[in-house]
Every structure is written in structure tokens, then in C-alpha cells.
T-cell receptor, first 114, second 112 residues
Framework: SQTIHQWPATLVQPVGSPLSLECTVE??????LYWYRQAAGRGLQLLFY??????ISSEVPQNLSASRPQDRQFILSSKKLLLSDSGFYLC?????????????FGEGSRLTVL | AQRVTQPEKLLSVFKGAPVELKCNYS??????LFWYVQYSRQRLQLLLR??SRESIKGFTADLNKGETSFHLKKPFAQEEDSAMYYC??????????????FGTGTQLKVEL
């Protein structure tokens, strides 16, 4: 069976510090990968998605970047965090070749920037 | 552009009462609609999708293309239905695979 792991679960960082959130998927190959941000009253906002190694699409301009160094690894990064980067970040995956529309979500990472 | 609107942030009902969570969408093509649910301290997960035309945990949702709606309904609410519900839309595999656009979510609270 497939699993998705996301870490760290909680992170408190000062303004201007770097960020690295990591997500890995097990039990499948060639998944589509996604980073969402969940904010109260604003729903889930798609930040980045990837259909393959090194292929990253950004949905919204922001202070964050994403990378996919391996097939089942997806990393969310920032060189210098802003207060507005605080939030709950969700990684998700789906089968690339199936039109199911079902996303499988990780447990999330809560980032607080002080 | 695709958009999903959930007009209610919070919906409070009594146990045994009917439930209707509203969802309207905007999309120029032929959409796929979904409802996702997040129970307390659990992961966000798929509840149902319109193409399956299935009832999950007593919930159903019918796609109304004329009204561009996909409301989630259950005739008798149960306490365990309390959760955050998100409506989502997909344009399919075009341009980078199964991107889902989510609404802002509705918190359902079932009171005894």
C-alpha cells in the first residue's frame, strides 16, 4: 500500500531564517506531487505541483520554492522566511496516469514564523 | 479560471436533522467535482466524487450543471459527521495533472 510522510510536523522559525519541509511517498512510482497551504477562512491554496523529477510548476507568486530531487521526494523551501509564510502546509500525491482526482494527503506541517 | 465557492463557514445542526453543505463552482469545461472531509486530528481525505454517484457514510452529492452546484446532503446527521468539509474541482489531466481547486471549507457541527 502507498503511504506519504511529511516532516517536521511543527516548526517555529524566526523571520529571515531558511525553511525546508520534506515529503516522501512510498509504495508507488511516478506520482504527481503537490504542496498546498491551508489557512483558516481561505481553504486550501495550491502552491506547487510536480509531474516528474525536476519538473516544478508554481501556482502563485510567493516567497517559497519547491524541488523534486527524486521521484518520490518533494521539498518546500525558503531562503528567508516572512511572517506571512506562517501556516499549515500539506503535501499530497496522486496517481499520474489515473483520472481519479483523488489526492492523498500527508499529516501536514504547521509553520510559525516569529 | 476555475473557482469553488462554499458560502457557509460554519453549519450547526442537531443530531437527526437533515444536512446540506452548499458548493457552487465556476469552470468553462467539463468539471470533476469532489467532497473532501477532515475529521478532528485526522488527515484530509476524499469523501465522494460525482462520477461515482455513490453514497458514502449516508452522504450524497448531485452535480447540477445548470446551477453549477454540487451540494452535499445527508438526511439524518450523526454526531460523528462533525468535521470540516471541502468541495473541490478538477479539470482532469490537462496541463499538469489533476490539480484540485478547493473551496474555503464548511465546518459542520452536529449537536446533541
Amino acid at each position: 500500500s502507498q503511504t506519504i510522510h511529511q516532516w517536521p510536523a511543527t516548526l517555529v522559525q524566526p523571520v529571515g531564517s531558511p525553511l525546508s519541509l520534506e515529503c516522501t511517498v512510498e509504495g508507488t512510482s511516478n506520482p504527481n506531487l503537490y504542496w498546498y497551504r491551508q489557512a483558516a477562512g481561505r481553504g486550501l491554496q495550491l502552491l506547487f505541483y510536480s509531474v516528474g523529477i525536476g519538473q516544478i510548476s508554481s501556482e502563485v507568486p510567493q516567497n517559497l520554492s519547491a524541488s523534486r530531487p527524486q521521484d518520490r521526494q518533494f521539498i518546500l523551501s525558503s531562503k528567508k522566511l516572512l511572517l506571512s509564510d506562517s501556516g499549515f502546509y500539506l503535501c499530497a500525491w496522486t496517481f499520474r496516469d489515473r483520472v481519479t482526482g483523488e489526492l492523498f494527503f500527508g499529516e501536514g506541517s504547521r509553520l510559525t514564523v516569529l | 479560471a476555475q473557482r469553488v465557492t462554499q458560502p457557509e463557514k460554519l453549519l450547526s445542526v442537531f443530531k437527526g436533522a437533515p444536512v446540506e453543505l452548499k458548493c457552487n463552482y465556476s469552470y468553462s469545461g467539463s468539471p470533476e467535482l469532489f467532497w473532501y472531509v477532515q475529521y478532528s486530528r485526522q488527515r484530509l481525505q476524499l469523501l465522494l466524487r460525482h462520477i461515482s454517484r455513490e453514497s458514502i457514510k449516508g452522504f450524497t452529492a448531485d452535480l447540477n450543471k445548470g446551477e453549477t452546484s454540487f451540494h452535499l446532503k445527508k438526511p439524518f446527521a450523526q454526531e460523528e459527521d462533525s468535521a470540516m468539509y471541502y468541495c473541490a474541482l478538477s479539470g482532469g489531466l490537462t496541463g499538469g495533472g489533476n490539480k484540485l481547486t478547493f473551496g474555503t471549507g464548511t465546518q459542520l457541527k452536529v449537536e446533541l
